[in-house]
């Protein structure tokens, strides 16, 4: 009776120091996971901007004025193609002031690729520079003011007789992309 006493002790404690084992070792992963989660969040580099090779900051470092700016601008602008976007989830270039929408990841790890001007809109984009005489002609019966576009980052879609680039927000140093979609005049 005592021998089997004992043995069902000590089967009990194996048991148990088992489950301990298994329970320490995923605590001790959980603690390493938790640590590692912040290290990562905090240590990450910023994006480079395909504009400038210039470092890319996040859309929450903008003031809530310049945020209530950029708005009030995109709804001004006549076409849906332009509508305001989530600030929070944009990246902005330091060094020229363009703002890139969707410019973050669901981890909120800057992503701008030199592909952004297709993400953002679809399109065959090639630079304005880069047309012929005949196209540029084309376009602009579709579009006879190019005011407000920095012809230097002005791109166009030929085939769909539209017009992508950047515009200087009034007010603040920003600058977003705007799309312009053929209607003839």
Known sequence: ????????????????????????????GGIGFFFWAGWWKTNREGGVSPITGGELATGDL???DSVQKVRRFLLD??????????????????????????GRDAFGVIRVRASYLSKYHPGNWVPWD?????????????????????KKM????????????WQSVPGTELRVLIVRIGLKS
């Open 154 to 165: 002005l791109w166009a879609d030929p085939f769909k007789a539209a017009l992508i680039g």
């Open 1 to 28: 009776m005592e021998q089997s006493f004992w043995s069902d002790l000590e089967q009990f404690g194996n048991a148990y120091g088992v489950l301990f084992i298994i329970l320490m070792l995923l605590f001790s």
């Open 77 to 102: 602008q006549p076409q849906p193609e332009n509508a305001p976007f989530e600030t929070t989830q944009a990246v902005v270039c330091r060094d020229s002031g363009c703002l890139f929408p969707r």
């Open 130 to 150: 880069e047309l012929t005489s005949t196209e540029k002609e084309r376009l602009l019966r579709y579009h006879p003011s190019l005011h407000g576009y920095d």
């Open 62 to 64: 903008l003031t809530f």
